[in-house]
């Protein structure tokens, strides 16, 4: 009779870092019926919400990240990091996990540091192609690396990598047979082009912008719009749409298989789980790379893709005046759209839950 696995899954702030996490967790409990997860985010961020909707256990510690905008807010950060080091080894003790994950974002770190003192097994799950300096620093440490990019050798130690790709939502698949649904439910016409814009869970300034100024745009070339916001830019584009039956704005897409499935292109940031999403979907994407993110890893990552034929990429800094004409282009040129198609599906690794999974409960032991 197989024992019982505890594991802990530590690490959030945005969907880009939940989502995986919750699909990796299920993908345990696929293998491994029975097992007991425990979650630990960051208080005030989006998982201490996003993880028991999903129904798992959460802890929370007070932790939060540098900030680059007010210097003054890192003062406190020390004070803050110890404080949370000391609360995650209280938690691994209470809890006693035979194995922790970090999947980033600021719990991640203190969590596997605390389980590190306390000789419990670890594994990363590192997204991006370019690693922040905490998991470059814990890297050293832990037991297994589990990445999407080949390569990370230059920041990890080789004998402890794995490529699994990295885990997407489980109802990103067989979108063909949604499509008819998602119509429907978006309220949207058959026959005209669709544009997907997805700033991520949080929005993204600069894209927003960029849409609200191609609006009348895309209104004379008809093309509809499904447009996730974020909740700080909501209210404004929606009063901005209210002229236009062809832009459909959301603060947050619940159903985002339905807006995969009924899209014709994408425009996204290149966050790396945004990145493994639309390879999974096989939709020809606009990249704008966040230039407010470590190491520049999101220019990293898109251009990973463009290398390949598999995305345009357009600056941050250029895309106010340059995305609606680039997202005119692609809507006209089939050819195009049907070739990124094709080598971004390439791309895609279908199974990574499972294969991360796999080398947790390996890890285990048991």
Same mark, same amino acid.
């Given at each position: 009779?197989?024992?019982?696995?505890?594991?802990?899954?530590?690490?959030?702030?945005?969907?880009?870092?939940?989502?995986?996490?919750?699909?990796?967790?299920?993908?345990?409990?696929?293998?491994?019926?029975?097992?007991?997860?425990?979650?630990?985010?960051?208080?005030?961020?989006?998982?201490?919400?996003?993880?028991?909707?999903?129904?798992?256990?959460?802890?929370?510690?007070?932790?939060?990240?540098?900030?680059?905008?007010?210097?003054? #807010?890192?003062?406190?950060?020390?004070?803050?990091?110890?404080?949370?080091? @000391?609360?995650?080894?209280?938690?691994? +003790?209470?809890?006693?996990?035979?194995?922790?994950?970090?999947?980033?974002?600021?719990?991640?770190?203190?969590?596997?540091?605390?389980?590190? /003192?306390?000789?419990?097994?670890?594994?990363?799950?590192?997204?991006?192609?370019?690693?922040?300096?905490?998991?470059?620093?814990?890297?050293?440490?832990?037991?297994?690396?589990?990445?999407?990019?080949?390569?990370?050798?230059?920041?990890?130690?080789?004998?402890?990598?794995?490529?699994?790709?990295?885990?997407? /939502?489980? $109802?990103?698949?067989?979108?063909?047979?949604?499509?008819?649904?998602?119509?429907?439910?978006?309220?949207?016409?058959?026959?005209?082009?669709?544009?997907?814009?997805?700033?991520?869970?949080?929005?993204? /300034?600069?894209?927003?912008? *960029?849409?609200?100024?191609?609006?009348?745009?895309?209104?004379?070339?008809?093309?509809?719009?499904?447009?996730?916001?974020?909740?700080?830019?909501?209210?404004?584009?929606?009063?901005?749409?209210?002229?236009?039956?062809?832009?459909?704005?959301?603060?947050?897409?619940?159903?985002? $298989?339905?807006?995969?499935?009924? +899209? $014709?292109?994408?425009? *996204?940031?290149?966050?790396?789980?945004?990145?493994?999403?639309?390879?999974?979907?096989?939709?020809?994407?606009?990249?704008?790379?966040?230039?407010?993110?470590?190491?520049?890893?999101?220019? @990293?990552?898109?251009?990973?893709?463009?290398?390949?034929?598999?995305?345009?990429?357009?600056? $941050?800094?250029?895309?106010?005046?340059?995305?609606?004409?680039?997202?005119?282009?692609?809507?006209?040129?089939?050819?195009?759209?049907?070739?990124?198609?094709?080598?971004?599906?390439?791309?895609?690794?279908?199974? *990574?839950?499972? /294969?991360?999974? #796999?080398?947790?409960?390996?890890?285990?032991?048991?």
């Amino acid at each position: 009779m197989l024992q019982q696995l505890k594991i802990i899954i530590s690490g959030g702030g945005t969907g880009g870092h939940i989502f995986p996490a919750i699909a990796i967790a299920r993908a345990i409990e696929e293998m491994r019926p029975g097992t007991e997860i425990l979650f630990v985010g960051a208080i005030g961020r989006m998982e201490m919400e996003k993880v028991p909707a999903a129904g798992y256990k959460i802890e929370g510690l007070q932790i939060s990240g540098i900030s680059r905008s007010n210097m003054m #807010k890192n003062i406190s950060l020390p004070a803050k990091v110890l404080k949370s080091v @000391k609360r995650a080894k209280e938690i691994i +003790s209470e809890f006693n996990p035979d194995v922790i994950v970090g999947v980033g974002g600021y719990a991640s770190g203190p969590t596997l540091w605390g389980g590190l /003192r306390k000789n419990v097994p670890t594994l990363i799950q590192e997204q991006n192609s370019y690693p922040g300096i905490t998991n470059k620093i814990l890297g050293k440490r832990v037991n297994k690396i589990c990445v999407a990019y080949s390569g990370m050798e230059r920041f990890f130690p080789a004998s402890k990598l794995i490529i699994t790709g990295n885990p997407v /939502r489980q $109802d990103i698949s067989g979108l063909e047979a949604k499509r008819n649904e998602a119509l429907e439910y978006f309220k949207l016409k058959n026959n005209e082009f669709v544009l997907l814009v997805i700033g991520g869970s949080l929005g993204a /300034r600069t894209i927003n912008e *960029s849409v609200k100024n191609s609006l009348q745009l895309f209104a004379e070339n008809n093309i509809q719009v499904i447009w996730q916001t974020g909740k700080a830019f909501h209210n404004e584009a929606a009063e901005l749409a209210k002229k236009y039956s062809n832009i459909k704005v959301y603060d947050f897409i619940s159903k985002m $298989d339905f807006a995969y499935a009924v +899209s $014709d292109a994408v425009i *996204s940031r290149a966050g790396a789980i945004s990145l493994a999403e639309l390879c999974i979907a096989g939709k020809p994407a606009i990249l704008v790379p966040s230039p407010n993110v470590t190491d520049d890893h999101q220019t @990293k990552n898109a251009n990973s893709l463009a290398k390949e034929s598999a995305a345009i990429v357009i600056k $941050d800094d250029v895309a106010v005046q340059q995305l609606g004409k680039e997202v005119i282009k692609l809507a006209m040129d089939k050819a195009l759209r049907g070739k990124l198609s094709k080598n971004i599906e390439t791309l895609a690794i279908k199974d *990574s839950a499972k /294969r991360i999974a #796999k080398e947790i409960i390996e890890l285990s032991g048991k």
